[in-house]
Nanobody
Framework: VQLVESGGGLVQPGGSLRLSCAASGIIFSIYTMGWYRQAPGNERELVAEITSGGRSTNYADSVKGRFTISRDNAKKTVYLQLNSLKPEDTAVYYC?????????WGQGTQVTVSS
């Protein structure tokens, strides 16, 4: 299983970014996928998750109404659209997949929100 994130960068407050996570080595369409983030000194936290067919999503309260998770099963890719970014959104963002008791993570992509 391999998860590769991309799309991070430096953005001003109020700006937007779109993160992507490309998966390989799995039957992507049958698994719930998630995005987590970890800021320096903080624990890794769930940002958003989406079920296998994309019909159900769940968001952390801190990002509701600003972030949108989506997926393209044909491309084996999950996305996270980040809008109205705030400095407190600064973190490394990780793609996550859990299969039974195993958790898989990408290498992470840095998002920095600063003026």
């Amino acid at each position: 299983v391999q998860l590769v994130e991309s799309g991070g960068g430096l953005v001003q407050p109020g700006g937007s970014l779109r993160l992507s996570c490309a998966a390989s080595g799995i039957i992507f369409s049958i698994y719930t996928m998630g995005w987590y983030r970890q800021a320096p000194g903080n624990e890794r936290e769930l940002v958003a998750e989406i079920t296998s067919g994309g019909r159900s999503t769940n968001y952390a309260d801190s990002v509701k109404g600003r972030f949108t998770i989506s997926r393209d099963n044909a491309k084996k890719t999950v996305y996270l659209q980040l809008n109205s970014l705030k400095p407190e959104d600064t973190a490394v963002y990780y793609c996550n997949l859990e299969i039974g008791f195993l958790a898989y993570w990408g290498q992470g992509t840095q998002v920095t929100v600063s003026s």
